[in-house]
Nanobody, 127 residues
């Protein structure tokens, strides 16, 4: 059975940093595309970053320059390094992954549909 386990959420002060980790169970990230989403209370789920099987990465404008997505093919993990956090980054963050193909991405490089989703991890940015 394929699953995803996320970790690293918590409380950070504005301007602080957190790193979220995503670990697959039963498959390997290097063969699939992987993305991070977030959902704040009362808002729709938002795609914030993704990495294709070939390593090409996409970032939403809201996080570009502050968040960095890494994939470690040896350790089979994907991490989202978040810096200069803002209160509006407060949300539940989800990692998702799925078999890859160029038809799955829109013209902006965003992918919304994945095969396996994690349970989410809470990130709260507050002083």
């Amino acid at each position: 059975q394929m699953m995803i386990r996320e970790s690293g959420g918590g409380l950070a002060q504005p301007g602080g940093s957190l790193t979220l980790a995503c670990e697959p169970i039963g498959f390997f990230f290097r063969y699939w595309g992987t993305g991070w989403f977030r959902q704040a209370p009362g808002k729709e789920r938002e795609a914030i970053a993704n990495i294709r099987k070939d390593g090409e990465r996409y970032y939403a404008d809201a996080v570009k320059g502050r968040f960095t997505l890494f994939r470690n093919n040896v350790e089979n993990t994907v991490t989202l390094q978040m810096t200069n956090l803002k209160p509006e980054d407060t949300a539940v963050y989800y990692c998702a992954s799925g078999s890859d193909g160029p038809q799955l991405y829109d013209d902006d490089g965003i992918r919304y549909e994945y095969d396996v989703w994690g349970q989410g991890t809470q990130v709260t940015v507050s002083s």
